[in-house]
């Protein structure tokens, strides 16, 4: 199965004790359904299976199949988790997943090319995109509402925004 098969769905935080728990950052909309997805990649190919132990303060505490000790939780710090995508629900029409944003065209409404999306952050205010441009140094970042985003046709592989006056 290809990378792009799979959506990145949490990442390891580290060790959590020293029996080879690790806090498990979930990027789930509800971060337990996280443990339904399993099982669970990463880039380099390993797979593991879950189990949810307990909430820890900003993560969730969990056991990874052939995980033991500490020191293999912690060799994981910073890992990406990633999930089969025919594992994931099917999303409502207006709702994305960020890896299927990442890399598309952006346009404004008279059809100028503004750069491809590089990036999607969230602050904890909303999404926002990051558009890099040809020759641009600084990269545009843009909220991503219906209001400044009113397209997104993922078969085109594009999406319109209307830029608001002071972005320009």
Same mark, same amino acid.
């Given at each position: 199965m290809s990378q792009s098969d799979r959506i990145v769905v949490g990442s390891i935080a580290? $060790?959590?004790?020293?029996?080879?728990?690790?806090?498990?950052?979930?990027?789930?909309?509800?971060?337990? !359904?996280? &443990?339904?997805?399993? =099982?669970?990649?990463?880039?380099?190919?390993?797979?593991?299976?879950?189990?949810?132990? @307990? =909430?820890?303060?900003?993560?969730?505490? $969990? @056991?990874?199949?052939?995980?033991?000790?500490?020191? #293999?939780?912690? !060799?994981?710090?910073?890992?990406?988790?990633? !999930?089969? @995508? $025919?594992?994931?629900?099917?999303?409502?029409?207006?709702?994305?997943?960020?890896?299927?944003?990442?890399g598309l065209d952006v346009v404004d409404t008279g059809g100028k090319a503004l750069g491809?999306? @590089?990036?999607?952050h969230n602050h904890g205010a909303g999404d926002i995109l990051e558009i890099l441009g #040809?020759?641009?140094?600084?990269?545009?970042?843009? =909220?991503?509402?219906?209001?400044?985003? =009113?397209?997104?046709?993922?078969? &085109?592989?594009?999406?319109?925004?209307?830029?608001?006056?002071?972005?320009?």
């Amino acid at each position: 199965m290809s990378q792009s098969d799979r959506i990145v769905v949490g990442s390891i935080a580290g $060790a959590f004790g020293v029996q080879g728990e690790v806090r498990l950052k979930s990027f789930c909309a509800d971060p337990e !359904a996280i &443990a339904d997805y399993a =099982p669970l990649y990463t880039e380099d190919g390993r797979s593991f299976t879950l189990r949810l132990t @307990r =909430p820890v303060a900003g993560a969730l505490g $969990a @056991r990874l199949s052939g995980v033991t000790t500490k020191e #293999q939780a912690d !060799a994981l710090r910073g890992t990406l988790l990633y !999930a089969d @995508r $025919a594992r994931l629900p099917n999303l409502p029409d207006d709702e994305f997943y960020h890896a299927d944003l990442i890399g598309l065209d952006v346009v404004d409404t008279g059809g100028k090319a503004l750069g491809t999306i @590089r990036a999607i952050h969230n602050h904890g205010a909303g999404d926002i995109l990051e558009i890099l441009g #040809q020759g641009q140094r600084q990269p545009l970042l843009l =909220p991503f509402t219906l209001a400044v985003v =009113p397209t997104v046709d993922l078969a &085109a592989r594009r999406v319109v925004v209307d830029l608001p006056e002071d972005a320009e």
